[in-house]
């Protein structure tokens, strides 16, 4: 909510009497609009906003010996040079598709009919639809950088592409383990964050916000910072991730690293071509699962505040047991002899009624576990 002091309150708004006046004055036009006492500050700046950019669409002004100084590609390369993260030739990229659509319009000119078109043509160019979702955020965040948090982009009430879900596909132990063999010649500060990652199955986030003092070898903890609206955790580190631990402070491999590097790194030195990198994550989680680690516990090592997002691994795990709990009922397959069953009756004498009830609490026993 605004502050009552007149001198408090941002340029363009102003408190009268029982309310708020919100005005936008550019060489384009005027506009103003009154606010109830009561709303947010934030919501105000928004109007303004989209009010500047409106007015900007409809009367753009020309200023002479600017040719080319005001477009949106002139923008972006402004943003760029202000932009300092690992992922930068990431972000570089998805706004140079922007510029081939874009390039040459005045930013205040490109409005949200300019970006469903965009959508549009790189989804009936076959474009993935994460690789367009990428794209969004990064006209996004350039927006925000140059005009301000809360400022309006195209991508206002556009509709994006969904990605489909499904379930993430494991990498097998064995593969695990070539990779880490093949990544020792490479860049020490890579294989060394590969090891942390596969060893600990955290987020890729949390290994570039680590420092050193989150470290205690001696104790034998990791204390992680809270990431992506998740809980702190502090973990405890077995044998393996002191090794990875080790060999991550050797390599002085810590601060912020570009992903999509780190998994062409990966890629040549074996990982599947069809699995991201970021699987490493669910795969230590199935692991767990398969294992018979229960929900919550698993929940509390991702530092998941929300329980229910462990599902993605606990769900395929119980549905397993019970799909092997149940095999035999038909009769069509032949069980190894050191395969247990494990049922201790034969389903085919049972009722329908009496299957289901069998059914229903060996469900009901895995949920508890």
Known sequence: MPRSGKHDLPPGIYQRGHGYRAVVAIAAGRKEKRFPLGTSLKEIKRWRNATKVKLETMHPTKRAGAIGKYTFSADVKRYLKTLAIASWASRRSELRAWEKRLGRLRRSAITSDHARAAIKAWTDDDVPAKTILNRCRGLSAMYRALD???????????????????????????????????????????????MVLIATGCRPVHLKRAEPVDIDLERRRWNIQAAKDGEPIELYLNDDMLAAWRAFMAADAWGDFNSTDYAKALRTAGWPAEIPAYNAKHTFGQDLAEMGVSRETIADWYGHSNPETTRIYTGSANLRHLSEAIDGRLGWGVRPASRPNHLAVDLGTLTLDQRKALITKLLDDMLKA
């Open 148 to 194: 301000g948090p809360d400022a309006w982009t195209p991508l206002v009430g556009v509709q994006r592409p969904k990605v489909r879900k499904r379930k993430p596909l494991r990498v097998p132990v064995e593969t695990l383990r070539a990779v880490e063999v093949n990544l020792r010649s490479d860049d020490p500060k890579t294989h060394a964050r590969y």
